[in-house]
């Protein structure tokens, strides 16, 4: 019922009531549909970004790189540049082994 309502009312402001354009200015922030900006892709984003590169169905790139190599830890960096041309730092984890108690 709120959907119908907003419609309406952002129906009446394109007509050009000024009640109703106060009304939709006011509902709009509640009702707008964006993707956030700064949110980090899950893991399951990440295999379909993999997944459509290497099956050649998107454009760009990922990058993975072990900053500290070890057979076990390190620091990992992932860079995703699938998404619409931006690039940005994805996620870094590190991980310790403790190698002196024996």
């Known amino acids: 019922m709120s959907l119908i309502y907003y419609n309406m009312v952002r129906q009446m402001s394109r ?3 000024p009640v109703a354009t106060v009304l939709f200015n006011t509902l709009q922030p ?3 549909r ?3 900006t700064t949110a980090e ?3 399951k984003q990440l295999e379909k ?3 459509g590169l290497l099956y050649g169905t998107k454009d760009g790139e990922i990058i993975i790189k072990n900053e500290t190599p070890r057979a076990k830890g390190g620091v990992h960096e992932v860079i995703d ?5 931006r ?3 994805k ?10 108690k024996k």
């Open 34 to 36: 964006r993707p956030p």
């Open 30 to 32: 509640f009702f707008r």
């Open 49 to 51: 970004d993999i997944h």
């Open 91 to 100: 996620g870094t984890v590190e991980e310790s082994v403790d190698e002196g």
């Open 87 to 89: 690039t940005a730092v």
């Open 41 to 43: 892709p899950t893991a």
């Open 81 to 85: 540049n699938v998404r619409s041309g």
């Open 15 to 17: 007509r050009g009531d």
